[in-house]
C-alpha cells in the first residue's frame, strides 16, 4: 500500500463528499465546489488535498463533486445543477465534455456564481466572456515537448501507437491530437494505431493487449495520461514484448516509479496536481473578495525522465513508497 496515497484517501473518506473548514471572510462562509473528473485515481486525490489545504488556509468549505467515473459527462452536468440550486459561492470546473458543460456554467454565472476552469480548456464557454481564468497545464506545449523527446530518442524513425482518452473531449484534442500532428511531421514515423481508451487504466490495458496482437512493430506509445501508460505498460509486459517505449502526462508518482525501475515508460509530463487544486480554490476565493486575478494560470510542465523522476519524488511526494 502506498503510504501518501492511502493517508490522501484516508482524508477525502474522512471527510465525505464536503470537507469543511471553519472561517470566516467579511462576514461570509464561502462555500467552493470544485468538480472532479473521478473520484479514485490519485491525481485527482493529489488534486484534492491541494483545495483541501488551501481551503484550510483560507478559512472557507471545500466541496468535491466528483462523478462515478471518467467519462460520466452527464452526471456531472448534474452535479453542476445540484450545485447552482444549493447555492454554491463559486465553481472550479475540470470539464469532462467541453462542449455539453457550457450552457450549464453560464447557467451558474448568470447565477452570481463565478466560474473558474483548471485542467481541461471548455473554448466554447471562454468565447463567451464569462470565464474568470484557466489554471493547468498547456497540454498541447506539454504534448509536444514529450513526444519530440522521444521521437529524438528514435532518430525521428518509428512506429507510434496513440492512447486517446475520451474523442469528443478538447483534452484528447490539445493531448493527442498533438501528439499526432508531432509524428507527422516526420516522414520515418508512422501512426500505427489510435484509439480510445477514456484515459482509464483498465481501458487502456484492454486496448493495447488488442493492439499488440494485431500491430508486429511498435516502438512508442503516447498515452493521454499516466494511468492509461500504466495500463500499457502491463499490457506489453503480460505479451512478452520488449524495445516499446511510452510516454505519457501526468507526472504521478506511481509512474516515476515505473521511469526508474526501467520498465520502458521513458516520460511524462508533470501536472502539479497539489498546485492546481491550490490554485483553483485561491482563483475562486480571490473573485469572491473582489480581487483581480490573472485569466491564464500555467502549472506543471517539467518533461520526468530517468534523469529527473527521483528528484521529483524527492520533492513533491516524498513518503511515496511504491
Given at each position: 500500500m502506498?503510504?501518501?496515497?492511502?493517508?490522501?484517501?484516508?482524508?477525502?473518506?474522512?471527510?465525505?463528499v464536503?470537507?469543511?473548514?471553519e472561517?470566516?471572510?467579511?462576514?461570509?462562509?464561502?462555500?467552493?465546489?470544485v468538480?472532479?473528473?473521478d473520484?479514485?485515481?490519485m491525481f485527482?486525490r493529489?488534486?484534492?488535498?491541494g483545495?483541501?489545504?488551501?481551503?484550510?488556509?483560507?478559512?472557507v468549505?471545500?466541496?468535491?463533486y466528483?462523478p462515478?467515473?471518467?467519462?460520466?459527462?452527464?452526471?456531472?452536468?448534474?452535479?453542476?445543477?445540484d450545485?447552482?440550486a444549493?447555492?454554491?459561492?463559486?465553481?472550479?470546473?475540470?470539464?469532462?465534455?467541453?462542449?455539453?458543460?457550457?450552457?450549464?456554467?453560464?447557467k451558474a454565472?448568470?447565477?452570481?456564481?463565478?466560474?473558474?476552469?483548471?485542467?481541461?480548456?471548455?473554448?466554447?464557454?471562454?468565447?463567451?466572456?464569462?470565464?474568470?481564468?484557466?489554471?493547468g497545464?498547456?497540454?498541447?506545449?506539454?504534448?509536444?515537448?514529450?513526444?519530440?523527446?522521444?521521437l529524438?530518442?528514435?532518430?525521428?524513425?518509428?512506429?507510434?501507437?496513440v492512447?486517446?482518452?475520451?474523442?469528443?473531449?478538447?483534452?484528447?484534442?490539445?493531448?493527442?491530437g498533438?501528439?499526432?500532428?508531432?509524428?507527422?511531421?516526420y516522414?520515418?514515423?508512422?501512426?500505427?494505431?489510435s484509439?480510445p481508451?477514456?484515459?482509464?487504466?483498465?481501458?487502456a490495458?484492454t486496448?493495447?493487449?488488442?493492439i499488440?496482437?494485431?500491430?508486429?512493430?511498435i516502438?512508442?506509445v503516447?498515452?493521454?495520461?499516466?494511468?492509461?501508460?500504466?495500463?500499457?505498460?502491463?499490457?506489453i509486459?503480460?505479451?512478452?514484448r520488449?524495445?516499446?517505449?511510452?510516454?505519457?502526462?501526468?507526472?504521478?508518482p506511481?509512474?516515476?516509479?515505473?521511469?526508474?525501475?526501467?520498465?520502458?515508460?521513458?516520460?511524462t509530463?508533470?501536472?502539479?496536481?497539489?498546485?492546481?487544486g491550490?490554485m483553483?480554490?485561491?482563483?475562486?476565493?480571490d473573485?469572491?473578495?473582489?480581487?483581480?486575478?490573472?485569466?491564464?494560470?500555467?502549472?506543471?510542465?517539467?518533461?520526468?525522465g530517468p534523469?529527473?523522476?527521483q528528484?521529483h519524488l524527492?520533492?513533491?511526494?516524498p513518503?511515496?513508497?511504491?
Amino acid at each position: 500500500m502506498k503510504k501518501l496515497f492511502a493517508a490522501i484517501l484516508a482524508l477525502v473518506m474522512m471527510l465525505s463528499v464536503v470537507a469543511v473548514a471553519e472561517g470566516t471572510t467579511d462576514g461570509e462562509n464561502y462555500r467552493i465546489g470544485v468538480f472532479f473528473k473521478d473520484s479514485t485515481s490519485m491525481f485527482w486525490r493529489y488534486i484534492g488535498v491541494g483545495c483541501q489545504t488551501k481551503a484550510d488556509e483560507l478559512g472557507v468549505e471545500f466541496v468535491e463533486y466528483s462523478p462515478a467515473s471518467y467519462t460520466d459527462a452527464a452526471g456531472q452536468i448534474s452535479m453542476i445543477e445540484d450545485a447552482i440550486a444549493s447555492g454554491i459561492d463559486a465553481i472550479c470546473v475540470a470539464a469532462i465534455d467541453s462542449t455539453a458543460i457550457v450552457d450549464y456554467l453560464v447557467k451558474a454565472e448568470d447565477a452570481g456564481i463565478p466560474v473558474i476552469v483548471f485542467n481541461t480548456l471548455i473554448p466554447d464557454f471562454e468565447a463567451t466572456g464569462r470565464q474568470r481564468c484557466f489554471i493547468g497545464l498547456d497540454n498541447a506545449a506539454a504534448s509536444e515537448a514529450v513526444m519530440e523527446k522521444i521521437l529524438a530518442d528514435h532518430d525521428y524513425s518509428a512506429k507510434v501507437v496513440v492512447l486517446e482518452g475520451t474523442p469528443a473531449t478538447q483534452q484528447n484534442a490539445d493531448r493527442c491530437g498533438t501528439a499526432i500532428s508531432g509524428c507527422e511531421k516526420y516522414e520515418n514515423v508512422e501512426i500505427v494505431a489510435s484509439q480510445p481508451c477514456n484515459a482509464n487504466r483498465d481501458q487502456a490495458m484492454t486496448v493495447m493487449e488488442n493492439i499488440l496482437q494485431s500491430t508486429p512493430d511498435i516502438d512508442i506509445v503516447f498515452a493521454i495520461n499516466d494511468p492509461s501508460g500504466l495500463g500499457a505498460l502491463q499490457a506489453i509486459q503480460a505479451a512478452g514484448r520488449e524495445g516499446i517505449d511510452i510516454v505519457a502526462i501526468d507526472g504521478t508518482p506511481d509512474t516515476c516509479t515505473a521511469i526508474l525501475a526501467g520498465t520502458g515508460f521513458k516520460y511524462t509530463a508533470d501536472q502539479a496536481p497539489f498546485d492546481m487544486g491550490a490554485m483553483a480554490v485561491q482563483a475562486a476565493y480571490d473573485v469572491l473578495t473582489g480581487k483581480e486575478i490573472e485569466p491564464l494560470q500555467r502549472c506543471g510542465g517539467t518533461i520526468i525522465g530517468p534523469d529527473n523522476a527521483q528528484e521529483h519524488l524527492d520533492t513533491y511526494y516524498p513518503d511515496f513508497e511504491s
